[in-house]
C-alpha cells in the first residue's frame, strides 16, 4: 500500500461524509469545520509537534554519534545479537542499525519518548542504507516499525502524570495492567509480522520471547508489590509513585552520561561528535515536517467530518445488538482514536476523566487504552517520510492489527483488575 492512497482515501471519505451532513442534515457549518481544521492541523503539525521535536532531535542525534564513535551502540548490538538477528534477518551482524533500534526500543519501555524517537529516526535511516528499492519499505524496516507502534512501555510516565492532574487517588493502578497490555501487543507484533515475513521460529528465538515475557511478568509482579506512597508516612523511592517517576529519568541520565564520559576514555573529540551529529538531527527534521503536515491535515478532515464518529456509533451499536456486556464500551473511542491522533485520545481520555473519575472502571480502561499501544499512522508518516519511503505494503495493516489485540488485552485485564 502506499501512504498516497492511504492520504487520499481519508480526504474522500470525509468528502462524502461532510457531502453527507449538508444536504440529508442541513449542516451548513460543516465545511467551515473543516477548512478551520485544515489550517489548524497544518500549524499545530509544525508548531506543536514538529518544533519541540527539533530540539529532541539534535541533542539525541549528537549523543548518537558520540556514542557510535566511542563503541557503546556496537555493544549493545552485540549484546542483544542472537535475538535481534533472528527477528531482522536482512540486517548484517554489527550493523549500526541493530544498537539503534535497542536504544529506541529501551527509550520507549522507559516511557521517554522525546528520547526514543532520535533514536528510531536514526535506526530507520540505518536501515535505508540497507533497503535495495528506496521508495519501498523493506521487512527489516516494517517489522521495527510494527514494534514500535506496539508501544512497548514498562514506565509510563506520561500516562500517570495525566491521572494525577484528572483527580485520580491512585494514579499507579493502572502500572501493571498497562504493562501486561503492551507486551501482548508487542508479542503480537512480532508474530504477525514474523509470519508474514515467514521468519524462522527456532529455538533461540522462542526462549529469547519467552525470557523477555518472563522479566516483564516478574518486573510486573515487583511493581505490583510496592506499596502506594499514601500509605506510607514518608517519602520513599520504594513506593509505585516515586519509582515510576525517578526509575525511567535516573536510566535516561545514566545513559547520557555514560555516552559521553565513554567517547571521553575512548579519546573521541566528543564536543565535534555531538556536534555532527546535532547538525544530522536538523536535516531530519526537515524531511519530515512536509511528510507530518500532509497526514495529520487528511487525519483531521476524516476525524472532523465525523467518520471517526460514525466508527466509534456503530462499533457500540454492535456490542449492543449482540447483547454483549457494555460496560467498557464509553472507554471504546480512545483506543479507536489512538492509531489516528496522539493528542486527539488524549483529549478523549481527560474528557472521560471528568465524565466518569480517573478512579473508575471506565477511567481506568481509558487510561490503560492511551497506553497500552501508539499512533500508528503518525508514526509511519514520521518513520517513513524521514527517509523518503511512499510504498508501506503491510506496515499498516500489521501495525492496526497488532493494536486491535493489543486493545482487546486490554479489556480483559481490565476487567480482572479494575472489576
Known amino acids: 500500500m502506499a501512504l498516497n492512497y492511504v492520504w ?5 471519505i470525509g468528502l462524502i461524509i461532510a457531502l453527507i451532513k449538508l444536504i440529508v442534515f442541513h449542516d451548513y457549518e460543516i465545511f467551515k469545520k473543516l477548512v478551520e481544521g485544515i489550517f489548524d492541523a497544518s500549524k499545530s503539525s509544525v508548531m506543536d509537534i514538529g518544533l519541540p521535536l527539533t530540539g529532541a532531535m539534535v541533542f ?3 549523543l548518537m554519534n558520540i556514542g557510535e564513535k566511542a563503541g557503546a551502540v556496537n555493544f549493545l548490538a552485540r ?10 534477518p536482512e540486517v548484517p551482524d554489527k550493523h549500526p542499525a541493530m544498537g539503534q533500534m535497542v536504544m529506541n526500543f529501551s527509550a520507549n519501555m522507559l516511557g521517554l519518548d522525546n528520547a526514543a524517537t532520535p533514536f528510531g529516526l536514526k535506526a530507520m535511516e540505518s536501515l535505508q542504507t540497507l533497503n535495495p528499492n528506496k521508495e519501498t519499505a523493506s521487512n527489516s524496516q516494517i517489522m521495527f516499525l510494527v514494534l514500535h507502534t506496539s508501544g512497548l512501555t514498562l514506565i509510563p510516565l506520561s ?14 493502578s493502572v502500572f501493571v495492567p498497562l504493562m501486561l497490555a503492551t507486551t501482548v501487543a508487542t508479542i503480537a507484533s512480532i508474530v504477525i509480522t514474523g509470519l508474514y515475513q515467514r521468519l524462522r521460529f527456532d529455538r533461540v528465538l522462542v526462549l529469547w520471547l519467552g525470557g523477555i515475557i518472563t522479566a516483564i511478568f516478574l518486573f510486573a509482579w515487583y511493581i505490583y508489590g510496592l506499596p502506594s506512597q ?31 564520559i565513554g567517547g571521553f576514555v575512548k579519546k573521541t573529540n566528543v564536543f565535534d561528535a555531538f556536534i555532527e551529529g546535532a547538525k544530522h538531527g536538523w536535516d531530519v527534521i526537515v524531511k519530515v515536517i512536509p511528510y507530518l503536515v500532509g ?28 447483547g454483549m456486556t ?23 481520555m ?19 487504552f492511551q497506553g497500552s499501544a501508539d499512533t500508528t499512522f503518525y508514526i509511519i508518516a514520521l518513520y517513513f517520510g524521514s527517509v523518503g519511503i511512499k510504498k508501506v505494503r503491510y506496515a499498516i495493516w500489521a501495525g492496526m492489527l497488532a493494536d486491535l489485540l493489543g486493545v482487546i488485552a486490554a479489556i480483559g485485564i481490565a476487567y480482572i483488575f479494575f472489576k
Do not use: H
Request: proline residues 5%.
Open 159 to 172: 500516562i500517570i502524570a495525566y491521572r494525577v492532574s484528572g483527580g485520580s487517588t491512585n494514579p499507579t
Open 295 to 322: 497526514l495529520l491535515v487528511a487525519i483531521r478532515v476524516f476525524r472532523d467530518s465525523g467518520a471517526l464518529d460514525a466508527i466509534i456509533q456503530g462499533i457500540s451499536w454492535c456490542f449492543v445488538q449482540v
Open 326 to 348: 457494555s460496560d467498557f464500551v464509553p472507554a471504546l473511542p480512545v483506543a479507536i482514536m489512538r492509531p489516528f491522533s496522539g493528542g486527539g485520545s488524549r483529549g478523549l
Open 8 to 12: 487520499i482515501l481519508f480526504f474522500i
Open 60 to 62: 539525541f542525534m549528537g
Open 350 to 368: 481527560l474528557d472521560i476523566f471528568k465524565t466518569y473519575g480517573a478512579d473508575s472502571f471506565i477511567g481506568q480502561l481509558a487510561s490503560t
Open 79 to 88: 549484546l542483544l545479537n542472537p535475538f535481534m538477528k533472528r527477528i531482522f
Open 230 to 260: 499514601k500509605n506510607i508516612p514518608t517519602p520513599s523511592l520504594f513506593t509505585k509513585e516515586t519509582f515510576s517517576n525517578v526509575l525511567g529519568n535516573i536510566i535516561l541520565f545514566l545513559i547520557i552520561a555514560t555516552f559521553i
